[in-house]
């Protein structure tokens, strides 16, 4: 059985240019996590999704952020123009209801230098 | 505003003996906790999880423990294996809030068994 499937795994890219991260969820999972690890701010949710539909983006940090959930096995993440202080990981999880527990992609490693 | 605390940034325990990771909050509000396990380039991966009804959660080697009044919880594991040293975060959530489903995590324990 597939786990959260994240790409890419690294991303390498100049200041200003476009970045869209994507996820595939577990099949039958109905909840859809973004979250960006940093050394300074740990794991912080940025968005999440019920039923492709999304419920919180509170933790989206900027206009510079967005993220789509177009069908129930599909997400991205963009950041657009990007920034280095957008270095981070991006990790994308699912879960099968809101108080099961997440599991999470392997994450994009992302550098704007 | 940190609502998940774990205030020891590293743990360094003799293989076969009891590890010990704490985790306080602040969020009276919180009703489900989640620890996590994570091994570096990979995602975190779920270990063990309490509801707020209860103040122990045992499965295998680990144990999770609550304690409401003092807004504390721990993991326990026993006995350690090196296979265990990873980074363990633990994480929070108020399961009937409007965001349900929102962890908050913990900033990490990185977890050590020497052989």
């Known amino acids: 059985d597939a786990g959260v499937i994240q790409s890419p795994r690294h991303e390498v890219t100049e200041m200003g240019q476009e970045v869209t991260l994507r996820c595939k969820p577990i099949s039958g999972h109905d909840y859809l996590f973004w979250y960006r690890q940093t050394m300074m701010r740990g794991l912080e949710l940025l968005i999440y999704f019920n039923n492709n539909v999304p419920i919180d983006d509170s933790g989206m940090p900027e206009d510079r952020f967005s993220a789509k959930m177009p069908n129930a096995s599909f997400s991205t993440l963009k950041i657009q123009p990007s920034e280095p202080r957008d270095s981070a990981v991006y990790f994308c999880?699912?879960?099968?209801?809101?108080?099961?527990?997440?599991?999470f992609g392997d994450g994009t490693r992302l550098s704007i230098l | 505003d940190q609502q998940v605390k774990q205030n020891s940034p590293s743990l360094s325990v003799q293989e076969g003996r009891i590890s010990i990771l704490n985790c306080d909050y602040t969020n009276s509000m919180f009703d489900y906790f989640l620890w996590y396990k994570k091994y570096p380039a990979e995602g975190p991966t779920f270990l063990i999880s309490i509801s707020s009804i209860k103040d122990k959660n045992e499965d295998g080697r680990f144990t999770v423990f609550l304690n409401k009044s003092a807004k504390h919880l721990s993991l326990h594991i026993v006995p350690s294996q090196p296979g265990d040293s990873a980074v363990y975060f633990c994480a929070a959530s108020n399961s009937g809030g409007t965001s349900y489903g929102k962890l908050t995590f913990g900033q990490g324990t990185i977890l050590t068994v020497h052989p």
């Open positions: 999880a699912s879960s099968w209801d809101s108080s099961g527990p997440q599991h």
